[in-house]
């Protein structure tokens, strides 16, 4: 059955809510097929897919791309897509415009936007305009420029006050779900408490109404450094370079093709 913003809502304090990243046609395949609730065309397809160091090089073009090779696995999985780097700072009718183009070209059913308080504000308008939103705090990795690096947010009280603000600000900005990502545990359960809408966790701890994990991550096809918050449920880099050795081979030896 297709999964609506309306049904992941209804899920918090009902069972929690599964969140994978897809970032081309097979991979939103896998994660619909394997019955995950919300599809993320993150931005982080910039590091995963593309082999940028971080996503602020990932445009809107880019997104709308890759969006749209997911939307055309058509997976009962939500299409959720994150609205890419400075986008959200800029005027909201502009904000509409992108948001726009990645429902109506890319097949996006939602749009991410992280920020604080005076982001959330702002897009309050473009729930108002009909446009279903995620918001993103904790750590913002399209900060990185700003923050100099990643860390975990809201270990300090003034870190949670903040993070509880920035919470009830996207909560009252209409948004449909809450991303919480690099959060402490038990400020990442005092805002899942909080707010009405659910909470989304990576690197956040069990404390909150969903999980969402980066593909490549999960199938553990990444050569380098995993997130220590990350599970490798499969070590698939291993096994397609032992098949991929083998056809390499088999060329060589003259036995492919029979
Ligand atoms: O871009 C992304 O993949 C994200 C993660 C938090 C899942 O936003």
Not at 46 to 75: Q, W, Y
Not at 137 to 157: A, C, E, M, N, S
Request: with cysteine; net charge negative; charged share 25%.
């Amino acid at each position: 059955m297709k999964i609506t913003t309306q049904t992941i809502r209804k899920l918090k304090g009902d069972r929690p809510i599964a969140m994978l990243t897809a970032y081309d046609f097979i991979t939103a395949q896998l994660a619909g097929e394997a019955g995950a609730d919300i599809i993320l065309v993150g931005d982080s397809l910039g590091n995963t897919a593309l082999g940028f160091e971080s996503t602020i090089p990932v445009t809107v073009d880019i997104m709308l791309h890759h969006c749209a090779a997911v939307a055309r696995a058509k997976p009962d999985a939500l299409l959720l897509c994150d609205v890419p780097f400075a986008v959200a700072g800029h005027s909201t009718d502009y904000v509409l415009d992108v948001c726009t183009k990645l429902l109506q070209q890319g097949g996006a059913e939602c749009v991410k936007i992280e920020g604080g308080v005076r982001r959330a504000e702002k897009s309050a308008a473009i729930a108002r305009a009909g446009v279903p939103v995620m918001g993103h705090i904790g750590l913002k990795p399209q900060d990185v420029l700003q923050l100099g690096g990643y860390r975990k947010f809201g270990k300090t009280d003034q870190g949670r006050e903040r993070l509880l603000a920035e919470a009830k600000a996207w909560e009252d900005a209409g948004a449909f779900s809450l991303l919480l990502e690099m959060v402490d545990a038990e400020a990442a359960a005092m805002v899942t408490e909080a707010v009405s809408i659910p909470t989304i966790g990576i690197g956040a701890g069990p404390n909150v109404d969903g999980q969402v994990l980066v593909i490549s991550d999960a199938l553990g096809l990444n050569a380098g450094k995993y997130p220590g918050f990350a599970k490798k449920y499969v070590d698939l880099r291993g096994i397609a370079l032992k098949a991929l050795g083998e056809y390499v081979s088999e060329v060589r030896e003259r036995k492919f093709p029979e």
